[in-house]
């Protein structure tokens, strides 16, 4: 089983806050989604690794009436996204891993949001990628968003992103959070990404988005 990174705690209590500090531009990103997945091939969608489920608020009510299928390992997120889409019969939200889902079940699209880089290059990210390619109908959307580039890449973007973050955010937490990521969290240059979806089963990712470090990508399933 591929490892999971357990959000709980403060850490999923203030989740939304954290997103809103330090992801400069994640709304406008988050905003895309309805438009990116008219690409989609069923109605059918399944939202990787969903979280508080900061995808699925931008699609519940959208005049496209999606069934829309959430799954998270780490049970304070999905618990959140369960309090915030009760009473939408159109969202079903599992704790688990993609690996626990139907394999006869496909869908038309699939998001993985801020989760590839908390996974090893060792067999682990391939691995998730490759159990979202067998549930997806062939040519369906997977779009990513994730930590991007090499080390050197990495750092210089880190500096633009200080550089956006708000006023009084105290400086040592800026250099704690900055730090974390240099050093942390296990993010691949582009060109093994790009190897990673085409050995997992899908065609060459496009890359339609960047804000700093963090990079978005629309990648067919062959
Ligand atoms: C940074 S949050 C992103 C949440 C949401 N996608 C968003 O953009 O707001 C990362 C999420 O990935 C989940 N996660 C960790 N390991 C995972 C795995 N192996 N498969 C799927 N999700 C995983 C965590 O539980 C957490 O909710």
Request: charged letters at 25%.
């Amino acid at each position: 089983m591929s490892k999971v990174e357990l959000f709980e705690n403060e850490r999923a209590s203030g989740y939304d806050q954290f997103v809103e500090t330090w992801i400069p531009n994640y709304h406008a990103f988050l905003d895309q989604l309805p438009n990116l997945l008219r690409t989609a091939v069923s109605q059918d969608l399944l939202l990787v690794g969903c979280g508080t489920g900061n995808e699925i608020e931008r699609l519940v009510d959208q005049r496209q009436v999606w069934n829309i299928t959430g799954v998270d390992p780490s049970p304070e997120m999905i618990k959140q996204a369960e309090e915030k889409f009760e009473g939408y019969d159109n969202v079903m939200l599992i704790e688990g891993l993609v690996s626990d889902l139907d394999i006869k079940k496909h869908y038309g699209a699939a998001t993985l949001l801020l989760v590839l880089h908390f996974l090893e290059d060792n067999g682990d990210k391939v691995a998730l990628l490759q159990e979202i390619g067998k549930r997806l109908l062939s040519g369906a959307p997977l779009i990513l968003l994730d930590i991007t580039g090499n080390k050197e890449q990495v750092r210089e973007n880190l500096a633009i992103l200080r550089l956006l973050l708000h006023d009084g955010i105290a400086v040592e937490h800026v250099d704690q959070r900055l730090h974390r990521i240099a050093n942390e969290l296990l993010y691949v240059p582009e060109e093994r990404l790009i190897q990673l979806c085409e050995d997992a089963g899908f065609e060459r990712p496009v890359r339609f988005f960047q804000s700093t470090i963090y990079m978005g990508w629309m990648i067919r399933k062959k």
